[in-house]
């Protein structure tokens, strides 16, 4: 029997959907959280798609999905395509405590991607309206991204982020 190792609890994700009703979607795909086998359903070639993903070697996942999974704050979101066990998108929902706001917890979303070939399915809003859901059922003050300029209309349209007056700005150093 194999054993599936997911990222977070899956429990979580029918509590989101009693807050939102789930975004409809082709009944052969499924929202669920990573799984560690996931690193063999393509689910860095899909992030590959996002940005540069660089030299991941399995143990090196296996590692990354650890610290993740035992710090609790990573909310890592898949669709998988039913048929074929394949990653056809991803997105994550980041956690981050706060002195402020009476120790309240902020969140981000990052990584939205959606696999070339599943694209113009409604997978991506149906991703990130779960992971806005999500960050409802715990409690985030707020929930943030930063994204490519012409990514900033969807966001709009679709799940109501708005530039906040005097805060349009995202800071970057690279290393
Ligand atoms: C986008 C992503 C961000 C990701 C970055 C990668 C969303 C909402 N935003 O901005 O999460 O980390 O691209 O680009 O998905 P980088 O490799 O240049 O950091």
């Known amino acids: 029997m194999i054993v599936v190792i997911n990222i977070y609890d899956e429990k979580i ?18 929202i669920r959280p990573l799984a560690q086998n996931d690193y063999e359903y393509g689910f860095l070639t899909v992030l590959s798609q996002l940005t540069e993903v660089g030299d991941v070697s399995r143990e090196r996942f296996d590692e990354i999905f650890d610290k993740m999974k035992t710090n609790g704050c990573y909310y890592v979101t898949v669709i998988e395509d039913l048929e074929t066990n394949q990653i056809a998108g991803s997105a994550t929902l980041f956690t981050e405590y706060k002195f ?11 990584d939205v991607v959606v696999d070339n070939k599943y694209r113009g399915q409604n997978l991506g809003v149906a991703l990130v309206q779960t992971l806005k859901s999500l960050s409802k059922v715990l409690n985030c003050y707020k929930l943030t991204l930063d994204c490519n300029d012409r990514m900033i209309s969807w966001y709009q349209k679709y799940f109501a982020f708005q530039i906040e007056e005097g805060r349009s700005n995202f800071l970057t150093i690279r290393f």
Do not use: M, Q, T, W
Request: hydrophobic share 35%.
């Open 13 to 30: 994700l029918d509590e989101a959907y009693k807050i939102d009703s789930k975004v409809s979607i082709k009944d052969n795909f499924r």
């Open 100 to 110: 402020i706001h009476g120790g309240g917890l902020r969140a981000r979303i990052e």
